[in-house]
């Protein structure tokens, strides 16, 4: 966990800087490895040239990952904050 969240922060500025990003949320259960990303956009779905950089940012993970994650695209029903 350590060693990905390394990498993670190293690749802030890459991952904020994806057409429409707007946040990104990052959990781990630290026991099992098992874990999401929660990304919100202001588009619906990427373009090929995007999607190719995200595959790119995800290979920065490479070997801790069990298979490369796939996408899947929601829409958002509620988004609280305090």
């Known amino acids: 966990m350590a060693a ?3 990498i993670l922060n190293g690749l802030k500025e890459k991952v904020m800087a994806l057409p429409g990003q707007q946040t990104f ?6 026991k099992t490895g098992k874990g999401y990303v929660i990304s919100t956009t202001d588009i619906a779905e990427p373009t090929p ?9 995800w290979s920065a993970f490479s070997e801790y990952l069990e298979d490369q994650p796939s996408g899947e695209t929601y829409t958002v029903v509620s988004h609280w904050k305090n």
């Not at 949320?25 to 630290?30: G, I, P, R, W």
């Not at 040239?49 to 940012?57: Q, S, V």
């Open 25 to 30: 949320l990052n959990v781990m259960d630290d």
């Open 49 to 57: 040239e995007t999607a190719e950089k995200i595959k790119g940012l």
């Open 4 to 6: 990905g969240t390394k």
